[in-house]
C-alpha cells in the first residue's frame, strides 16, 4: 500500500506496521506471555485463545501489550491510517461512533508499540501529527512556538510510557493502572506516579491534557476553552494555574509566561 503522504524511505516501515496491525488478533504467540514457556494449545478459535502447559494461564494475541481489551481490533488500523492522512480525533469519533477518548487512548498504544517496533516511523508519525498538525498558529513568538512543542513532546512521552521501575523498590515487575502515569509494584505492592510532586500528580481526564495546552497557547477566551472541552470556567481556570505551574517547574518559563499573559482578561 503506497500513502503519499509517508516519506518514500518510510514505505516499507509504514506497510509492515499496517499489516501488523491488521493482523493483531490472529497471530499465532510464539510463546506464553506469562512464564515466556513456548508450549500452548488453542482452547478457542473466536476470539482466538490459548492456554499455557506450565502455568496453565489463558491468553490472546494481545495479552500483555499495550492493546490488551482494545476492541475491536480492526479500529487499530483505521486509526493509525486517518492520523497518517491527518484526521483529526473528533472526525475518526464520528466515523467510529465512539469517544474522542477511546481514539486517543488507541492512538497512544499506537504509538508506544510503534516507537518499539519502528522508531523512525514513529519518530515520523509523532512529528507530522503532534507538531505538524497541532503547531500553534504562526504569530507565535518562537520561544514560545519551540517551547511548546517540547513542552508537549514531553508530556506525551509519560503518557505513552508502560513500563516504570518502581520509586520504592527499584523493581522493574510493575504495571500502570491508569490513563496517566500512575503504576503498581507486584513486588513491594505499592503504587506510584511518575508525577509525583509535580503540579498535576492529580490531575484527571489525562486524554485532554494536549488538547487544552494547545487551548492554552492558541486561545485567550476562557469561554471558548470551557466549551470546547466541555469544562465549566473554573475547571479551565484551575487548569491554567496547575499547567502554567508545571511550564515553570521544567523550565519551561517563556511558555508559562505567555500562557499566564493570554488568560489575563
Sequence with gaps: ??????????????????????????????????????????????????????????????????????????????????????????????????????VTHRDRAVMHQMQTRFPQLYQWYFTHNDMVKNAPVSDLPKAVNTQHLAFKQKITKLLMTSKAKCLYCNSKNTTKISERTAFYCRDCRRSFNLLA?????????????????D??????DQNTIANKLGFDTGTVGNWRRVWCAMMRQWDFDHLATWCQRRGSF
Design 215 to 220: 487551548l492554552l497557547v492558541t486561545k485567550h
Design 1 to 102: 500500500m503506497q500513502n503519499d503522504l509517508v516519506p518514500q524511505a518510510l514505505q516499507a516501515s509504514f506497510n509492515q506496521f499496517l499489516h501488523y496491525l491488521e493482523q493483531l488478533d490472529s497471530e499465532l504467540p510464539a510463546k506464553c506471555p506469562y512464564c515466556k514457556h513456548r508450549e500452548f494449545s488453542q482452547t478457542r478459535a473466536m476470539p482466538l485463545t490459548f492456554r499455557c502447559r506450565k502455568c496453565a494461564k489463558y491468553f490472546n494475541p494481545l495479552t500483555k501489550t499495550p492493546f490488551n481489551r482494545l476492541q475491536p481490533v480492526r479500529w487499530l488500523a483505521v486509526i493509525f491510517i486517518g492520523r497518517v492522512n491527518l484526521f483529526t480525533y473528533q472526525r475518526l469519533a464520528d466515523e467510529l461512533d465512539c469517544s474522542v477518548k477511546m
Design 197 to 213: 510532586g509535580t503540579p498535576i500528580s492529580r490531575l484527571r481526564s489525562a486524554d485532554k491534557w494536549l488538547e487544552f495546552i
